[in-house]
């Protein structure tokens, strides 16, 4: 069955350091989408692709990045952690970027940044 | 710009009875609504959406939903709740590719 991954599941850093999270789903979508969730805000867009070599800024990018160099993956970087981005990570793909499509969720990636 | 409201972060219910969760939204183009579970420690699972083929929309796990443009809500309801329906429920509006979601509900449900 077509599935998203992420990896790790769990994460723990310190202030400052790199972090790369992993996202691949295996459903051959165009459209790729990485979110965070914290208490009291739902989840909240940080970076978006429709496609290969496509990438776009959310409505929460600072200090995060993301590169599709593939279909099948989009890694989202920190590049300096920080205490503000502990949260949980969730990458999601949809197949068109029609209104009506369904967007499929991984299970998440719990970032500690100490 | 478009945006959603969950009223009330917490709700509690006994087991077999209305579940009822409420969600109204702000949007400036004719809305796609989504219902969104998510059970502890996993990631979010479609419930049901809106896409204007009928108000009333049915969804898994015996939810169902109803769209009323006049009060610009998509209240989410389970006529008989059961203790799997423990978990967090998120409204959700889309329009220009890109989803807007609400603060989540959480649900639990007593013996």
């Known amino acids: 069955d077509a599935e998203i991954t992420q990896s790790p599941r769990h994460k723990i850093t310190e202030t400052g350091r790199q972090v790369t999270l992993a996202c691949h789903q295996t459903w051959n979508h165009n459209n790729m989408f990485w979110y965070r969730q914290d208490l009291g805000h739902g989840l909240r867009l940080i970076h978006y692709s429709y496609g290969v070599q496509d990438t776009n800024k959310g409505e929460v990018s600072d200090g995060y990045s993301v590169s599709r160099s593939n279909t099948e993956d989009l890694p989202l970087t920190l590049e300096s952690a920080a205490s503000s981005q502990t949260s949980v990570y969730f990458c999601a793909s949809s197949e068109s970027v029609a209104d009506t499509d369904t967007q499929y969720f991984g299970p998440g990636t719990r970032l500690t940044v100490l | 710009a478009q945006s959603v409201t969950q009223l009330g972060s917490h709700v509690s219910v006994s087991e077999g009875a209305l579940v009822l969760l409420r969600c109204n939204y702000s949007?400036?183009?004719?809305?796609?609504l989504f219902w969104y579970v998510q059970y502890p420690n996993q990631g979010l699972q479609l419930l049901l959406k809106?896409?204007?083929?009928?108000?009333l929309v049915k969804g898994i796990n015996g939810f169902e939903a109803e769209f009323k443009k006049s009060e610009t809500s998509f209240h989410l309801t389970k006529p008989s709740a059961h203790m799997r329906d423990a978990a967090e429920y998120f409204c959700a509006v889309r329009a220009g590719g890109k989803l807007q979601f609400g603060a989540g509900t959480q649900v639990v449900v007593t013996p």
């Open positions: 949007s400036s183009v004719p809305p796609y």
């Open positions: 809106y896409t204007s083929a009928a108000t």
